[in-house]
């Protein structure tokens, strides 16, 4: 099968020199793909670059064959790219239904507003239960469910995660990624960036280590998990947390 993102031969930064020195990586369609490494790799610089917010001086970014790299965010939004920040981003005063709405602004049908609402709500049985309540009432793990709900509104074939554990506690997380990898049974690509390297390759299929800017190993997320090298540098005590 052809891959559904190609990034090939980028280098992008924010003005003053390069931060991605030569990026390529390749997504199958519907694969979990884990990008680890250290503080300022340029991990979240490649999310950038795929989202459109930030455009590479150098290389090419390809979505189903088709050029995206010169596209702005809303184009790529509507390609069918979209990415769950980092840092927690629902409207805490709107309620969880308004806030999963809000993941389909740029659609005006109403009707198929509704029905892919039906559908996230299936889904994620947090959306149907908790309706009506603030979004602020929610621990930090159902408000990361209902962000992962509200980027599904679009129906999107590749979901960006940038560090989906980030400031939860560590008897949700199998929860949350979890509700990852069933995303991705239901056809849809990931790619997932994560400080906590080993619980993030254990539920993706494939492994990416960043450092300087580059990609270091590539390869089966097992494989990577069993790399001594990688063992050492990011899966033991070094792992830095933010
Ligand atoms: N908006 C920005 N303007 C200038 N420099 C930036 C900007 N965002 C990131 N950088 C720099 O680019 C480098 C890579 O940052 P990036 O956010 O991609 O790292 P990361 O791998 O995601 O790190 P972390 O694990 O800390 O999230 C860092 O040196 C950072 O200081
Ligand atoms: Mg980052």
Redesign the pocket.
Known sequence: MSDILEIQGVFA????GD?LRGVNLNLEPGTITCIV????????????VVSGVLHPRRGEVRFNGERIDHLSPRQILQAGIVQVP?NRSLFPGMTVEENVRLGAYTLRDRALVDRRLAEVSEQFPIVKERAKDKAGSLSGGQQKLVEFARSLMLDPKLVLL??PSMGLEPRILGHVFGTMVEMSKAGRTILL?E?NARKGLESSDRGVV?ES?RVLLDGPAQGVLSDERIGDLYLGGHV?Q?
């Open positions: 930064g924010y003005g003053g931060i490494g250290p503080n300022g790799a340029g991990k979240s610089t490649v999310m950038r980092q940038d560090e960036v400080q960043m800017g830095q933010h």
